[in-house]
């Protein structure tokens, strides 16, 4: 199959097409990123992987400067062996993670609110130590994952 780049008046009609069905860009001027940016007060657990998941939502949504919502993160993670060798030994483990959030606004209506999930996964085939910084990766990377679906969630469903 052969590719053709678009001309411009495709592009052109793509454009007022998007623009005359009320598409607004979410990062564009009246988007909702630019709504929601600062106007976040965070309450994540008070855990490393809730410190992690505020320090992302924070990158994303900018730090609190003039609040007008707030959004509540619980967070669920687990640990489940998933290779073990004949000695019984457990070679590698994962993480599943689930995060339910609502945002409200300072007038207490819920304005979004959903779960997310993912997973990560270690390997314990090294030593201890090895084994325990692995894991406090995988759980690093499970909160920024967990906060980056928080964020598309409410950028695409937040009016």
Partial sequence: MLWHKPNRRSVLVGALALGGCGFVPVYGTNGTANALNGAIRFQTPL??????LRSQLEDRLGATTAPQFTLTVTLDIQRDSVAITE??????FTLPGIAIFALRSDA???VAQGTVSSFTSYSATGTTVATQVAEEDAEARLAVILADRIVTRLLATTP
């Fill in 108 to 110: 207490g209506d819920t």
């Fill in 87 to 92: 000695d019984g030994d457990i070679t590698r």
């Fill in 47 to 52: 855990t490393v992987a809730g410190s992690r």
